[in-house]
């Protein structure tokens, strides 16, 4: 079966240690994004890479880091520098970075951390 | 800047009965695309349909149909006879060439509630 995961589905860290969140997709796509989800509200873009050993910066990149080194995986790192990491974090892919195509969601990550 | 406006925050609607979702957006982009999203309580998106922003008829994928009006600049959602499973939060997003790697832009999202 095609599709993207996300490990772990629930992830707890103490306050100042870094934490990497895996994204792997099947689907041969291009492009991967991370998106970051708080309560009540809509997602917002950390990272995105439209090609393997490229990546850019989205809306809230601080304190978060990225590396696109295979086609299939794109690992989010949650740095100690992040000042409010607790959130719901949501991995897509899309076979092309073009608005005609679809964004295809894993099942997230949600991170907590005290 | 572009932006998805979703003034609903809740919807409530029995079982069979249709419901709108309402779905404003704002971009200076003439080639975008609009998306529906359904996150039920697990926390997974998934994708309902899609318009874009040439096409002249309205986009339909089973029970979902899309409501596009260019000239309002608005994209709402209609579910057809409605079911307990259509329970879930709903997000309107839009895709266009200007934004960062042409990622999504997200509505803040509307509850839908679907009794018997």
């Known amino acids: 079966d095609g599709g993207i995961t996300q490990s772990p589905k629930y992830l707890f860290r103490k306050e100042g240690q870094n934490v990497t969140l895996s994204c792997e997709q099947n689907?041969?796509?291009?492009?991967m994004y991370w998106y970051r989800q708080d309560p009540g509200q809509g997602l917002r873009l950390i990272y995105y890479?439209?090609?393997?050993?490229?990546?850019q910066k989205g809306d809230i990149a601080e304190g978060y880091s990225v590396s696109r080194e295979k086609k299939e995986s794109f690992p989010l790192t949650v740095t100690s520098a992040q000042k409010n990491p607790t959130a719901f974090y949501l991995c897509?892919?899309?076979?092309?970075?073009?608005?005609?195509?679809?964004?295809?969601f894993g099942p997230g990550t949600r991170l907590t951390v005290t | 800047a572009q932006k998805i406006t979703q003034t609903q925050p809740g919807m409530f609607v029995q079982e069979k009965e249709a419901v709108t979702l309402d779905c404003t957006y704002d971009?200076?982009?003439?080639?975008?695309?609009l998306f529906w999203y359904k996150q039920p309580s697990s926390g997974e998106m998934i994708f309902l349909i899609y318009?874009?922003?040439?096409?002249?008829q309205n986009a339909t994928e089973g029970r979902y149909s899309l409501n596009f009006q260019k000239a309002r600049k608005s994209a709402n959602l209609v579910i057809s006879a409605s079911q307990l499973g259509d329970s879930a939060m709903y997000f309107c997003?839009?895709?266009?060439?200007?934004?960062?790697?042409?990622?999504?832009?997200f509505g803040k999202g509307t509850t839908l509630s679907v009794s018997s």
């Open positions: 897509a892919s899309s076979i092309r970075a073009t608005p005609s195509y679809e964004q295809y």
């Open positions: 971009t200076s982009d003439p080639s975008y695309g």
């Open positions: 997003a839009m895709r266009g060439t200007r934004e960062a790697g042409t990622a999504l832009i």
């Open positions: 689907l041969n796509h291009d492009a």
């Open positions: 318009q874009g922003s040439y096409d002249q």
């Open positions: 890479s439209q090609i393997v050993n490229d990546f």
